[in-house]
């Protein structure tokens, strides 16, 4: 007894199965958190190390090296990235994905101590930290009162305002963007330092030594213990500015007569401002594996109860994206419901009975519900991917109650009893069904294992589609005949009733192409090699640009730029681009990687209320800003960065520099990319202090003296060094350098004094000579090579796939300098990656299908009927994305990998059916007519309810369609296609492999000799 007829005989226990399964599964559905992207967790280690003043080549030789060098030794490191700028090196790690996060972080913590005495002295401490990848923030705000100055809106910020919003549930961190940190600063004037023979260096030190509360130790006085205190710091600015320092032959002087004590902000480094108006801004991150929705609407309730608290603080949402995150989990929803309800309509058309239809619809919300308790249950999320995955199995679900029922009724409609017709009917087809399902699983379930980044992001789509499959499988088994049996009414002998014109037509056909096969099979085989050739005239892209209803812009100035220049760009740019009237902020962050840089978020709102994309209002924005001269202005793509990223790697800095400024210069000459940046064409000016050797010798003053001196003067002592004033339970750093005129004065800058070994003082002239050059302003390096980014746009209508062709074709990149090597970035290394990851994946998909075929059906060669169908479905997918005008992407990939579970659905239905027949002594030909008859309807009926369930994410409606509509595309057009190529060409097909399996075993017995037993592998 099979499992339907057990389902049949003892109702109850499958029905309190899948009670508890949707109970489990709607808990689950409302405990899953949303999120734009799956939680990924990849072993990432970053290293940070500042030096205050030192240029970025001294960093890279003296601090970036010896890292690199110390942490290439480590187990499971994959790739070592580094990114060194004025006074930073930032190294990243990553390590393969299967090394454990905490172990990667402490052995990069090891190697960078057993370094670390090798290092400058004056870095600060390095900065080992795991990275967390949880995206950008999902929420961005503005806070502006009238009622503070900018520094104490920042410590509001930081304090106050953070410290309220800590308390809600799944929230990450909170980052200030902008703003001003306060500092007491000690400006200096050089004159009065001069007079008295004392160095701003000096000064700091005795500041930082007298300016200090030290714990003494402890005495016993009177029979009591007493603890002893050394309190030397200032109570107030006035004190600080009072404290005596010591000068040369003994004497002292007051601070405040070296020159001025000043409490305020700190010099400007970065600056935000909201629609032209200075604000402090602050980003909402969430903790891994939270709910950007839940986060969002508990900042929200915050914010607005915080708001009534402090009535003069305002608190505007710059940009929200979990608006963009709802509406695609809303459109993904709404499309899962109207794709159910298509389907389910057309089950109806065909069967024209409502009970058959109700009790195929039973199927869906009892293979999608429990889907939710596993997805749970494996720490899954409602994103972007999974999403995905659920909207594309809606056509697949119904498939096997499809089967399951349309056989049923044709049983019932020959006359017999609903009840012993559902028997008869399910023990038939479950063969046929339980091969469906398995091969869908196996061709979805490799996409969970893929390596690499594309396979933390893919492993939620296969095994949500698997499992979703797996639960239908189990409802088409257990509920569809358990349900038919006792809710369908036995019906008048119709058996007898001629097929209608269509079925009469297909039938002729049928019978011509079998007995024809020779031209049959070669006109597919044309039509196969046609739909090869047509795959290589359609363009490749990555991701589809999708409108999230902001547009990020990129603006760098000259190196040597200040950050008043870099205020007045970004001003000019948001007043021009202000008067489109989508335009509702706009929003900039300026001195992002230095002072000469900027990034603007321009929010243009949900697409719904706008009648132009925001790739449209983008061109316009274009066209507002190309007259601006001396910036580099570019337009980010959705993850931030340019469309397309590509870099130069080599050992030797000049070789790698010639070669990216020649392949540069070439990419201009390619028509699909416009705006070529070149990372290596900038540097920064720079006053270069070079020591007198032989003076500097007999003064004993060494290059570190002069770093030192220079670096005090102008910047002040490092953090860990500086003197610190208390107030309200704050530690204020104070700053000693010299007055903002003498660091804007390169005479100036020349007469500060250097102390000699013997305590004298001496001008910086007398021993180094001082002069402007200039130096690379970032240095890159990538698996301790140089890298040089060459960076670009793609023109109005160009796509990524051909943009790439083109420039990899260049004479440059042909024929690359000896030592430097040409490596894909961005999204073009990403693609590369998923697209050989999901040809793998393919691969590997048909190898597992072949496996379970063998397994069904008991046979090493009637399998490869089947795997030779799944060209069938190609042409159709081509025909379909070139009529649309869309290119194959990830979106198509995900597409193809449906349609092979459809084609050897379709493929199976055939076969499994002819087999049986044969077995009943009826010929090849024979058994193919019959299974052509029996089961073209039932394979019509899916095709065409999976076409109908993927139509509205084929319409491209709501957030995220632009993803999922060349997918739904590519399915509807390979589905439509394939089905008719696989009810002409499969069972010519089957039997011609047949023939030629009949051959081998006669072959094999009688020529080879082979025994035979009487029943053995076929």
């Known amino acids: 007894m099979n499992m339907s007829t057990w389902s049949i005989r003892n109702p109850v226990p499958p029905i309190a199965m899948f009670l508890v399964f949707c109970v489990v599964g709607l808990v689950s559905f409302f405990r899953l958190p949303v999120t734009q992207f799956p939680n990924i967790d990849i072993p990432i280690v970053t290293v940070s190390v500042a030096q205050a003043g030192a240029a970025p080549s001294e960093m890279v030789a003296q601090v970036t090296k010896p890292i690199e060098n110390a942490i290439a030794g480590i187990t499971g490191v994959k790739h070592i990235t580094s990114q060194v700028s004025d006074s930073v090196s930032a190294t990243t790690v990553e390590f393969e994905l299967s090394t454990n996060s905490d172990r990667a972080l402490n052995d990069v913590k090891d190697a960078v101590a057993r370094v670390r005495g090798t290092l400058p002295?004056?870095?600060?401490?390095?900065?080992?930290?795991?990275?967390?990848?949880?995206?950008?923030?999902?929420?961005?705000?503005?806070?502006?009162?009238?009622?503070?100055?900018?520094?104490?809106?920042?410590?509001?910020?930081?304090?106050?305002?953070?410290?309220?919003?800590?308390?809600?549930?799944?929230?990450?961190?909170?980052?200030?963007?902008?703003?001003?940190?306060?500092?007491?600063?000690?400006?200096?004037?050089?004159?009065?330092?001069?007079?008295?023979?004392?160095?701003?260096?000096?000064?700091?030190?005795?500041?930082?030594a007298t300016n200090i509360d030290l714990g003494g130790g402890r005495g016993d006085i009177g029979g009591q213990e007493f603890n002893i205190r050394a309190l030397g710091q200032a109570a107030t600015i006035t004190d600080l500015a009072n404290t005596p320092l010591s000068l040369p032959g003994g004497r002292t002087i007051k601070l405040s007569d070296l020159g001025e004590v000043i409490d305020g902000p700190a010099e400007a480094r970065s600056y935000a401002t909201l629609d032209g108006?200075?604000?402090?801004?602050?980003?909402?991150?969430?903790?891994?594996?939270?709910?950007?929705?839940?986060?969002?609407?508990?900042?929200?309730?915050?914010?607005?109860?915080?708001?009534?608290?402090?009535?003069?603080?305002?608190?505007?949402?710059?940009?929200?994206?979990?608006?963009?995150?709802?509406?695609?989990?809303?459109?993904?929803?709404?499309?899962?419901?109207?794709?159910?309800?298509?389907?389910?309509?057309?089950?109806?058309?065909?069967?024209?009975?409502?009970?058959?239809?109700?009790?195929?619809?039973?199927?869906?919300?009892?293979?999608?519900?429990?889907?939710?308790?596993?997805?749970?249950?494996?720490?899954?999320?409602?994103?972007?991917?999974s999403l995905l995955g659920i909207t594309l199995v809606t056509g697949i679900l119904v498939?096997?109650?499809?089967?399951?029922?349309?056989?049923?009724?044709?049983?019932?409609?020959?006359?017999?009893?609903?009840?012993?017709?559902?028997?008869?009917?399910?023990?038939?087809?479950?063969?046929?069904?339980?091969?469906?399902?398995?091969?869908?699983?196996?061709?979805?379930?490799?996409?969970?294992?893929?390596?690499?980044?594309a396979g933390q992001y893919f492993r939620q789509f296969g095994l949500t589609v698997a499992?979703?499959?797996?639960?239908?499988?189990?409802?088409?088994?257990?509920?569809?005949?358990?349900?038919?049996?006792?809710?369908?009414?036995?019906?008048?002998?119709?058996?007898?009733?001629?097929?209608?014109?269509?079925?009469?037509?297909?039938?002729?056909?049928?019978?011509?192409?079998?007995?024809?096969?020779g031209i049959t099979l070669f006109l597919g085989l044309l039509i196969f090699a046609g739909s090869i050739?047509?795959?290589?005239?359609?363009?490749?892209?990555?991701?589809?640009?999708?409108?999230?209803?902001r547009t990020s812009l990129s603006v760098e100035l000259p190196p040597g730029s200040t950050l008043s220049d870099t205020r007045a760009l970004t001003d000019d740019i948001g007043q021009r681009v202000a008067v489109i009237p989508e335009v509702q902020h706009v929003f900039v962050e300026g001195g992002t990687s230095d002072i000469a840089s900027a990034n603007i978020t321009v929010t243009l709102g949900d697409k719904s209320t706008r009648a132009r994309s925001s790739q449209e209002i983008a061109q316009d924005m274009r066209g507002l800003l190309t007259d601006i001269p001396d910036a580099r202005i570019n337009f980010l793509a959705g993850n931030g960065a340019r469309d397309i990223t590509l870099a130069v790697l080599g050992e030797d800095e000049l070789a790698v520099t010639a070669a990216a400024s020649r392949l540069a210069e070439e990419m201009r000459s390619v028509p699909s990319i416009r705006n070529i940046s070149n990372a290596a064409a900038l540097s920064r000016p720079e006053i270069r202090v070079t020591p007198k050797p032989d003076i500097a010798a007999q003064l004993g003053i060494t290059a570190s003296d002069l770093a030192s001196t220079i670096s005090i003067a102008t910047l002040g002592d490092s953090d860990a060094n500086l003197a610190k004033f208390s107030v309200d339970g704050r530690q204020i750093p104070v700053v000693v350098r010299m007055a903002e005129r003498t660091r804007r004065n390169l005479e100036l800058l020349a007469d500060q004094r250097v102390p000699t070994a013997s305590g004298t003082l001496v001008?910086?002239?007398?021993?180094?000579?001082?002069?402007?050059?200039?130096?690379?302003?970032?240095?890159?390096?990538?698996?301790?090579?140089?890298?040089?980014?060459?960076?670009?746009?793609?023109?109005?209508?160009?796509?990524?796939?051909?943009?790439?062709?083109?420039?990899?074709?260049?004479?440059?990149?042909?024929?690359m300098p000896q030592g430097t090597r040409i490596q894909a970035s961005g999204d073009a290394e990403v693609m590369a990656e998923v697209f050989t990851s999901f040809g793998l994946a393919m691969g590997a998909g048909i190898m597992l299908v072949y496996v379970v075929l063998v397994l069904l059906f008991g046979s090493f060669v009637t399998p490869f009927t089947i795997l030779l169908s799944l060209p069938l479905s190609i042409g159709g997918a081509i025909l379909a994305l070139y009529i649309t005008g869309n290119a194959i992407g990830l979106s198509v990939f995900i597409g193809f990998l449906m349609l092979m579970g459809i084609v050897t659905k379709n493929a199976i239905m055939l076969v499994e059916f002819g087999v049986e027949s044969m077995k009943h002594g009826h010929t090849p030909v024979e058994g193919m007519l019959e299974a052509g008859h029996k089961r073209a309807r039932p394979i019509?009926?899916?095709?065409?309810?999976?076409?109908?369930?993927?139509?509205?994410?084929?319409?491209?409606?709501?957030?995220?369609?632009?993803?999922?509509?060349?997918?739904?595309?590519?399915?509807?057009?390979?589905?439509?296609?394939?089905?008719?190529?696989?009810?002409?060409?499969?069972?010519?097909?089957?039997?011609?492999?047949?023939g030629l399996k009949d051959r081998a075993r006669r072959f094999l017995t009688h020529t080879v000799g082979a025994n035979q037993p009487e029943t053995g592998l076929s």
Not at 471 to 494: G, H, N, Q, V
Not at 533 to 549: N, R, V
Not at 974 to 979: A, D, F, I, V
């Open 467 to 517: 499992v979703a499959v797996l639960f239908s499988l189990l409802a088409a088994r257990l509920i569809t005949p358990m349900i038919a049996a006792y809710f369908l009414k036995d019906e008048a002998d119709t058996s007898d009733k001629p097929d209608g014109w269509l079925m009469r037509g297909y039938m002729r056909m049928l019978n011509w192409t079998l007995h024809n096969r």
């Open 277 to 385: 108006q200075p604000v402090v801004a602050f980003g909402v991150f969430r903790a891994s594996g939270a709910s950007d929705l839940s986060v969002a609407e508990g900042v929200r309730a915050r914010l607005a109860a915080f708001a009534k608290d402090y009535p003069d603080v305002s608190i505007t949402v710059i940009d929200d994206t979990t608006e963009y995150t709802k509406g695609n989990y809303e459109s993904a929803m709404e499309t899962l419901y109207e794709g159910a309800a298509l389907a389910i309509i057309v089950v109806f058309l065909f069967l024209r009975n409502w009970r058959a239809t109700l009790i195929t619809a039973v199927a869906l919300p009892l293979s999608i519900i429990p889907t939710f308790f596993v997805m749970d249950l494996l720490g899954f999320s409602l994103n972007t991917v």
């Open 121 to 208: 002295d004056s870095i600060s401490a390095p900065d080992v930290q795991r990275l967390d990848i949880t995206g950008i923030p999902i929420m961005t705000y503005a806070v502006t009162d009238p009622t503070r100055s900018i520094e104490e809106l920042s410590y509001f910020v930081d304090d106050t305002l953070a410290r309220e919003l800590q308390g809600v549930a799944g929230l990450g961190k909170i980052s200030r963007l902008g703003g001003a940190d306060r500092e007491i600063k000690v400006e200096l004037d050089p004159d009065r330092l001069l007079a008295l023979g004392i160095t701003a260096a000096s000064v700091s030190r005795q500041l930082r």
């Open 940 to 994: 019509v009926m899916t095709t065409i309810a999976m076409a109908a369930g993927m139509m509205p994410s084929a319409l491209a409606i709501g957030a995220g369609g632009e993803f999922r509509a060349p997918m739904a595309v590519a399915v509807i057009g390979g589905l439509l296609l394939s089905t008719v190529l696989s009810l002409v060409f499969v069972p010519s097909l089957f039997t011609v492999i047949n």
């Open 763 to 815: 001008p910086l002239a007398t021993v180094a000579d001082i002069s402007l050059g200039s130096g690379p302003s970032t240095i890159a390096r990538y698996d301790r090579q140089m890298r040089i980014t060459l960076e670009a746009d793609l023109a109005p209508g160009a796509i990524l796939g051909p943009a790439l062709q083109q420039i990899n074709a260049l004479p440059t990149a042909t024929a």
């Open 399 to 453: 498939d096997d109650a499809i089967v399951e029922i349309e056989n049923i009724v044709r049983h019932i409609r020959m006359g017999r009893p609903a009840f012993e017709a559902t028997e008869e009917a399910a023990t038939e087809i479950g063969l046929t069904v339980i091969a469906i399902s398995f091969t869908i699983v196996a061709v979805f379930a490799p996409v969970s294992f893929m390596a690499g980044i």
């Open 533 to 549: 050739y047509s795959a290589t005239l359609l363009p490749t892209t990555f991701i589809p640009d999708a409108d999230e209803g």
